[in-house]
């Protein structure tokens, strides 16, 4: 369903920082914009034909926004209509994406729309319905999951989280649920490791999970050996 530019933690280069997306005509809806997220867009080609860019926000760590500023520019600059803004930021307000475009000399309003948004209220754009979510991630910064609504599709991005909300054990709503899944398991982790998603999750519904924000160590056969899906960077 999702397509991924990227599907790494924040130290994978090779998979590159998890960011999913999804074009329907000239929109592209992205999550996130992590440190290398611009540089694969630019060199994969990614807004051919794309007229207008919606960005959502889950969290403000690096390897989650790293390079929006520098996407938003590009977008303003070099695609499109010189000096129009084509992105729309969405995020919760707690998030600060305004605060944190503004110190990288973005105005919202100017180089891009932006969008405040409550949590747990579902909003309405274009092609896609959006909802953001608290997830559990770490204590500094507010982080968000997203429930998505596509094509009569309902999709739930955990964003980064060491956990899964009760309703997402047994799926039955959900057509797919991607989530944050790690090969390290310690004590305090801020992911959720294939070891604890495994404890969460029975094995009759695994087929509606995807992991993402994989680590180096992480081996894809052994989470499908388990059931899961695991997502593949494609362009
Ligand atoms: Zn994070």
Avoid at 57 to 85: Q, R
Avoid at 139 to 162: M, Q, V
């Amino acid at each position: 369903m999702l397509k991924f530019i990227g599907s790494g933690s924040a130290f994978n280069t090779k998979l590159g920082n998890t960011s999913a997306y999804y074009k329907v005509g000239n929109q592209m809806l992205l999550i996130d914009c992590g440190s290398n997220i611009f540089h694969r867009i630019k060199e994969n080609n990614l807004l051919e034909g794309i007229d207008h860019i919606h960005v959502l926000i889950t969290h403000t760590h690096a390897d989650h926004v790293g390079s929006l500023a520098d996407f938003i520019f590009y977008s303003y600059y070099s695609h499109g209509e010189m000096a129009k803004p084509n992105v729309s930021v969405y995020s919760v307000y707690d998030v600060k994406i305004e605060e944190l475009l503004a110190i990288n000399g973005i105005m919202p309003g100017v180089h891009c729309l932006s969008k405040k948004c409550q949590s747990d209220t579902q909003y309405t754009f274009n092609f896609c319905k959006v909802l953001f979510e608290r997830s559990s991630h770490v204590k500094e910064i507010p982080s968000y999951s997203i429930e998505l609504c596509i094509d009569d599709r309902l999709i739930y991005y955990s964003g980064d989280t060491n956990t899964l909300k009760e309703s997402l054990r047994n799926p039955m709503a959900y057509d797919y649920v991607y989530v944050d899944t790690c090969k390290a398991d310690y004590e305090g982790n801020v992911h959720l490791s294939l070891r604890k998603l495994s404890e969460l999750v029975n094995s009759d519904v695994r087929s509606k999970f995807w992991c993402m924000h994989l680590d180096e160590s992480f081996v894809r056969q052994e989470a499908e050996k388990l059931g899961f899906n695991v997502v593949t960077n494609e362009f």
